[in-house]
């Protein structure tokens, strides 16, 4: 969930941004009623196993053509895309 606070509520109630930032909320910082900076919480990558990740990209070798390769590895492994 994406919540607008003023500079003054980051500064006054940081533990509480960053109590909502590990529970996935992210921020839009607002400066004199003007978006100036987003906060988001980190993207941790997940641990895979080599030997599990070899077999499970095992099953898209010979796919048709790269759109649809893309939407199986899509639907087996998730969506996660930078700047959504």
Not at 7 to 27: K, P, T, Y
Not at 32 to 41: A, D, Q, S, T
Request: proline share 4%.
């Amino acid at each position: 969930m994406t919540r607008t606070i003023t500079q003054a509520e980051l500064r006054n109630g940081s533990a509480g941004v960053m109590d909502a930032l590990e529970s996935g909320d992210d921020f839009i910082i607002t400066r004199n009623g003007r978006p100036v900076g987003e906060l988001r919480p980190v993207h941790q990558p997940r641990d895979v196993v080599t030997l599990n990740l070899k077999a499970r990209l095992a099953r898209f070798v010979g796919a048709g053509t790269a759109a649809e390769e893309r939407a199986e590895i899509d639907d087996a492994f998730g969506v996660e895309r930078l700047g959504d």
